[in-house]
């Protein structure tokens, strides 16, 4: 009876060691994909020499938005980054 116990103790840390394990990727996973859109955000910044206006931005990442390449919250945050210049 006590082996059961034992067993079932053991088996409880396990599963939760594997969901801290799954929760510390998501969150991982997370960022990298945070730290992508910043990157790209930059990258699409309009410049002096760049024919593309702040609408013509707006529209791409609507686009983006539409083919689910990107969340509507990352959309909003990469508009707001464009629109507070």
């Not at 969901?19 to 991982?28: D, E, F, H, Q």
């Not at 013509?56 to 707001?80: G, M, P, Y």
């Amino acid at each position: 009876m006590i082996i059961n116990i034992v067993y079932l103790t053991i088996f409880l840390i396990l599963i939760y060691v594997i969901y801290i394990a799954v929760k510390a990727i998501n969150i991982g996973m997370q960022a990298k994909a945070s730290h992508k859109l910043d990157n790209e955000i930059s990258d699409i910044e309009p410049q002096d020499n760049q024919s593309g206006s702040i609408s013509d931005e707006i529209i791409k990442l609507k686009n983006l938005l539409e083919s689910e390449v990107i969340t509507k919250e990352e959309f909003d945050k990469a508009k707001k980054k464009l629109l507070d210049k």
